[in-house]
């Protein structure tokens, strides 16, 4: 069965600083997608990044990056610029290549953003 | 285009009570999905809808709890009859059918409190 930890319950950054969030999840298959989502308080929970385990270039969004590295089954995400609407819980995610397949979660990182 | 919307937003209920929760898709998306995520732990899934039909529901925690999606519309989740451990916050979340990049797209929860 798949895995996904986030070891980070919480985390604090400087607004225009950068911060990273850890994620390593376990796996058997080889083609698979990982997902950064983010749910600011009391609001919707929204994709920030993507990413697919062929692809060997790392996913960028604006100011969100993810340092993917396939051998170590390691996903973290990179937010840059720090601003305080970037205050959210942050869930990475995985999901098998097949179409229609479910999302597992990792228990969640909450990030505060300091003024 | 309206996104998935969830009703109701926050629900009480004492033990052995029934509630039902309700999730609207987004229209066109074949793919309703139901997560749960209980007090500090990881959003866990709970089953997958294709149009009508159960594609997976193996996540379901016991059969006190019965999903519907009638018409391949929206679908209902009725907890009956509800014990204290079922308390926690419900997500549904819709995705298109159409190949491995589907992204799930969710909607903002329900709050269960089971006293």
């Known amino acids: 069965a798949q895995t996904v930890t986030q070891s980070q319950p919480e985390m604090s950054v400087q607004e225009a600083e950068t911060v990273t969030l850890s994620c390593t999840y376990d796996?058997?298959?080889?083609?698979?997608?990982l997902f950064w989502y983010k749910q600011p308080p009391s609001r919707q929970m929204i994709l920030v990044i993507r990413q697919e385990a062929y692809k060997q270039q790392n996913a960028t969004e604006n100011r969100f990056s993810v340092n993917f590295q396939k051998a170590a089954k390691s996903f973290s995400l990179k937010i840059s610029d720090s601003q305080l609407g970037d205050a959210a819980m942050y869930f990475c995610?995985?999901?098998?290549?097949?179409?229609?397949?479910?999302?597992?979660f990792g228990t969640g990182t909450r990030l505060a953003v300091r003024p | 285009e309206a996104g998935v919307t969830q009703f109701p937003s926050h629900s009480v209920i004492e033990k052995g009570q029934t509630v039902t929760l309700r999730c609207d898709p987004i229209?066109?998306?074949?793919?309703l999905y139901w997560y749960r995520r209980v007090m500090g732990k990881e959003i866990k899934f709970l089953l997958h809808?294709?149009?009508?039909?159960?594609?997976?529901e193996s996540g379901m925690p016991n059969n006190r709890f019965l999903a519907e999606r009638t018409g391949g519309t929206y679908s209902t989740l009725k907890v009956q009859p509800a014990e204290l451990e079922d308390s926690g916050v419900y997500f549904c979340?819709?995705?298109?059918?159409?190949?491995?990049?589907?992204?799930?797209?969710f909607g903002p929860g329900t709050r269960l409190l089971v006293l």
């Open positions: 796996t058997s298959e080889s083609d698979y997608y």
């Open positions: 809808f294709v149009k009508e039909s159960k594609q997976d």
């Open positions: 229209s066109g998306h074949d793919n």
């Open positions: 995610a995985y999901r098998r290549a097949s179409s229609g397949d479910k999302l597992t």
């Open positions: 979340a819709s995705s298109q059918w159409g190949g491995a990049q589907e992204t799930q797209y």
